[in-house]
T-cell receptor
C-alpha cells in the first residue's frame, strides 16, 4: 500500500516555466510534509517543508501548496532554471508519533534552456 | 560541520555474499535512519537507530540488519545477497528520533551496491 502517491514521474519544462509536482497522501495522522531535492550522485536534501495548519509556504522560488481536505500537496518552482534539474521527492511523516518519513516515488525534472 | 558520510561509496558483490555498509552521522546527531533507493520503488525505509536502540523498522526481510555504536556511527548488514538487493543505500541523521519536532533529516551520499 503506497501511502504517498507522487506525480508526474518525469517532467520537462522550458527555462522560466513553472513546473508543478503533485502528491497525495492517505494517512490523516501525518503532520509534516517535506520536499527533498536530489542531484545525481548525491543524497536527497531538504528543500522546503510544511505543516498541515497552513495552506501555503514560500521559500525563494519554491512554494508548497497544501490542501488538507483533499489530502494533497504540491511543489511549484517559479522561474525554473537548468540548475533546478534534479529528482524531487515529496514525503510525509507523523512527527508527533516519531514515525519514519514515507516518500513518494520521485519526479525527475529537466529544465531546458 | 561535516555532513553525513557513508563508506564505501560503491560496492560490487555476488549473490549469496554478505555486505556491511557504514554511516557516520553529523556530529552531535544521535539518530541514524537507513533507506533503500531503487528506480522502481523510490526511497523505502529500512530502520532507525537512536542511542544504540532500534526504534523503527520497515518492511524488509530479516537478511537486513543494523546496529549503532556508542559514538552514533551505524552499520547496516545484508546477508545472503540477492540480485534484487542492488540499490543505493542511504543513511540520514538527525539530532532527535525520526527528525524530532522539526522533522529534519540530513542524508549522506549513499552507497551504491551492485549484486551480480
Amino acid at each position: 500500500q503506497q501511502q504517498v502517491k507522487q506525480s508526474p514521474q518525469s517532467l520537462i519544462v522550458q527555462k522560466g516555466g513553472i513546473p508543478i509536482i503533485n502528491c497525495a497522501y492517505e494517512n490523516t495522522a501525518f503532520d509534516y510534509f517535506p520536499w527533498y531535492q536530489q542531484f545525481p550522485g548525491k543524497g536527497p536534501a531538504l528543500l522546503i517543508a510544511i505543516r498541515p495548519d497552513v495552506s501555503e509556504k514560500k521559500e525563494g522560488r519554491f512554494t508548497i501548496s497544501f490542501n488538507k481536505s483533499a489530502k494533497q500537496f504540491s511543489l511549484h518552482i517559479m522561474d525554473s532554471q537548468p540548475g533546478d534539474s534534479a529528482t524531487y521527492f515529496c514525503a510525509a511523516q507523523r512527527v508527533s508519533g516519531n514515525t519514519p518519513l514515507v516518500f513518494g516515488k520521485g519526479t525527475r525534472l529537466s529544465v531546458i534552456a | 560541520k561535516a555532513g553525513v558520510t557513508q563508506t564505501p561509496r560503491y560496492l560490487i558483490k555476488t549473490r549469496g555474499q554478505q555486505v556491511t555498509l557504514s554511516c557516520s552521522p553529523i556530529s552531535g546527531h544521535r539518530s541514524v535512519s537507513w533507506y533503500q533507493q531503487t528506480p522502481g520503488q523510490g526511497l523505502q525505509f529500512l530502520f532507525e537507530y537512536f542511542s544504540e536502540t532500534q526504534r523503527n523498522k520497515g518492511n524488509f526481510p530479516g537478511r537486513f540488519s543494523g546496529r549503532q555504536f556508542s559514538n552514533s556511527r551505524s552499520e547496516m548488514n545484508v546477508s545472503t545477497l540477492e540480485l534484487g538487493d542492488s540499490a543505493l543505500y542511504l543513511c540520514a541523521s538527525s539530532p532527535a528520533p525520526s527528525g524530532g519536532v522539526r522533522g529534519t533529516q540530513y542524508f549522506g551520499p549513499g552507497t551504491r551496491l551492485t549484486v551480480l
